[in-house]
């Protein structure tokens, strides 16, 4: 059977979360991943949104992070102020997960703009902004970013959330704990080195190769291999899971522009209740 | 804490696992639902030189002093009942200099425990308090009792408290899970955010409910289980206080209380024979059965007004069968486009 990188990605972010770990989960790809871990290796993992939902299981993707119709009751409930500061500010967030637009060498993120901030050219494009993303990223034990879309970039058009800022320990002189872990995309999966804080291929996505990735980066990478490491090859997913996350999230198994493009095909369709098992 | 650890265990093994001597403990209840039958279990193994938070206590402290458990106190609101004729533990520990005080007020008090559940190391509160003694005289606490700082955006003066992380959190409940998801209704006054300031949280409850009933009304918890480290099932566990719907106030008792407090002799009496000679909570309650009989405790029964239950929903809408509404396809048809589309094959 065919399956697309998408789908191997956050299948491989889903084990980027332990079992038992408490994980706060962005929007998107990383709610996918937070339901897959829960459903085979961690079912004890606490997921939570920045909404106030804490301890959710959904049985379908949510559509936000603030939807309860996505999971069937949930344990403790509270406010956007309450998770940021009785929770994150705490550290009691083991880890959260985000999906991000670009990032540079140090694991920086923009989710505000591409081009310039005031869009002046064309190809200036406003992004969502920060969302939970400045804080969760700078005060979560761990981070971990999936990036399908974007790509990684020498310099930042707008520094959003901070991640290992210059690197080595300008993020502890900062005061700031935890800092980014993993970088899950469309070739494999980056980590950082332990004292320089550089982003470097620590996996690799099969059917791919490592000139895949020195295309998709623009400075000169590093591999595992430059660090004394193996560089891993990420096994093909099970089949169970692919088909679960399928029906979890339909989505990813055929992308998100195609999905919408038949969705909105479909509309007139819908709305003259001419497909028979529409009822 | 691992969300989904089983953390029942009994009242005497989580006092003797998670209350050290030297702590600071916090009773995160507020005038409702006193965590007696944890209060108990600490002055029955002899917790020493502890010190006492609390915004507002009713006689809880005076047996603590009178267990000999207590150094220091803080605190905002000390019931005092039987007027000024009658002295309690807390008039001759204070006499015989056995416990130190620090006055705030609930605002001031909540204000830091808030703080400390929050992560930050201070926080602004009310400016009235600066013109008060509160402000003024200061004991253990000194310097950094309450402080004033400039606002960097208005140039006001502005008070200030540092935040409050007490070691240990007591807390009684109506209902709560095995994995320590711990509800509490009727008037919330600082339960959550004493609870949360703590570094460790004993809840204590009235009954252990499925995990199941507490998804159904996740608003009702206060405390998530991956904050709590033991939970213990005290049915009538907060008596002589009032449990929302289960018990009101046993005033009788509290009477019989006061009235034995005010002598050493009879306080010490009322100690040994329910606090110190008692085994646990049960032995507590039988002991109570056997002196009064079993009316008495039917009469504190509230009646019954409950709650409505709300609809709080769930839909699945991508897939209704065979066909996927978000993308207009069917499963015969989706399974075509994943094959046409999959950049990798298994």
Redesign the interface.
């Known amino acids: 059977?065919?399956?697309?990188?998408a789908e191997?990605l956050v299948l491989s972010a889903a084990k980027e979360i332990k079992n038992?770990e408490?994980c706060v989960i962005g929007q998107g790809i990383p709610m996918a991943a937070g339901a897959i871990a829960k459903k085979t290796h961690a079912?004890?993992a606490?997921i939570l949104t920045e909404a106030g939902?804490?301890?959710i299981e959904a049985?379908?993707?949510l559509?936000d992070v603030a939807d309860?119709?996505?999971?069937?009751?949930?344990?403790?409930?509270v406010d956007l102020f309450d998770v940021f500061?009785?929770i994150v500010?705490?550290?009691?967030a083991d880890l959260c997960m985000l999906g991000i637009a670009q990032i540079d060498k140090f694991g920086n993120i923009n989710s505000t703009v591409i081009g310039n901030y005031n869009i002046e050219k064309r190809s200036d494009m406003r992004l969502s902004g920060s969302g939970g993303a400045n804080e969760f990223a700078g005060h979560c034990n761990r981070t971990v970013y999936t990036m399908l879309g974007g790509k990684p970039v020498e310099k930042l058009d707008y520094m959003t959330t901070p991640g290992w800022l210059t690197g080595g320990d300008s993020r502890r002189k900062a005061g700031l704990p935890g800092g980014p872990d993993a970088v899950l995309t469309r070739y494999g999966v980056f980590r950082f080195e332990e004292t320089t804080k550089e982003m470097y291929l620590a996996s690799l996505?099969?059917?791919t190769t490592v000139e895949d990735v020195r295309t998709y980066v623009p400075w000169d990478l590093k591999i595992a291999e430059d660090f004394g490491k193996t560089l891993e090859k990420v096994e093909?997913?099970k089949?169970e899971d692919?088909l679960f996350l399928?029906?979890f999230?339909?989505?990813f198994?055929?992308?998100g522009n195609?999905?919408r493009r038949?969705?909105s095909?479909?509309?007139p369709?819908?709305w003259e209740g001419g497909?028979s098992?529409?009822k | 804490m691992s969300q989904y650890t089983n953390k029942v265990m009994s009242l005497k093994e989580a006092v003797s696992k998670f209350v050290n001597d030297g702590d600071m403990v916090v009773n995160a209840n507020f005038l409702t639902s006193i965590p007696y039958a944890i209060i108990h279990e600490i002055i029955r193994q002899e917790k020493k030189d502890l010190t006492a938070v609390s915004c507002s206590s009713i006689e809880e402290f005076d047996q603590l002093l009178s267990g000999g458990c207590l150094s220091k106190i803080i605190t905002s609101y000390y019931h005092r009942g039987g007027g000024k004729v009658y002295k309690r533990e807390l008039d001759r520990a204070l006499k015989d200099k056995r416990v130190q005080f620090e006055d705030y007020s609930n605002f001031t008090m909540m204000s830091m425990l808030m703080a400390g559940a929050m992560g930050y190391s201070f926080v602004p509160t009310l400016k009235s308090v600066k013109e008060s003694d509160i402000f003024r005289i200061r004991t253990f606490k000194g310097e950094d009792k309450i402080k004033t700082i400039l606002c960097p955006f208005t140039g006001e003066e502005t008070v200030v408290v540092p935040a409050l992380n007490p070691d240990v959190a007591i807390v009684h409940v109506q209902r709560c899970d095995k994995f320590g998801n711990a509800q509490f209704w009727g008037s919330e006054g600082t339960v959550k955010w004493s609870a949360l300031a703590a570094k460790k949280i004993i809840v204590s409850c009235e009954e252990i409910v499925e995990h199941e009933k507490i998804k159904r009304s996740p608003f009702l918890t206060v405390i998530p289980g991956f904050r709590v480290n033991a939970v213990c099932v005290e049915a009538l566990g907060a008596h002589p206080s009032p449990v929302a719907g289960y018990y009101n106030h046993d005033n009788l008792f509290r009477a019989s209380f006061f009235s034995f407090a005010f002598g050493q002799a009879a306080n010490d009496k009322f100690i040994s024979e329910w606090i110190m000679e008692r085994k646990d909570r049960k032995d507590y309650i039988d002991h109570y059965i056997s002196r009064f009989g079993q009316q008495p405790l039917d009469i504190l029964k509230v009646n019954e007004y409950m709650s409505d239950s709300v609809n709080i929903g769930y839909k699945n809408l991508y897939w209704r069968g065979d066909f996927c509404d978000e993308i207009a396809l069917t499963r015969e048809e989706y399974e075509r486009k994943t094959e046409e589309l999959g950049e990798l094959e298994l």
């Open positions: 059977m065919k399956y697309r990188k191997l038992g408490l079912p004890n606490t939902m804490v301890d049985f379908q993707n559509e309860p119709g996505a999971c069937i009751g949930f344990s403790y409930s500061t009785t500010n705490r550290g009691y996505f099969p059917q093909p997913p089949k692919i399928r029906k999230e339909p989505m198994g055929i992308s195609i999905g038949l969705a095909q479909a509309l369709v819908y497909r098992n529409y």
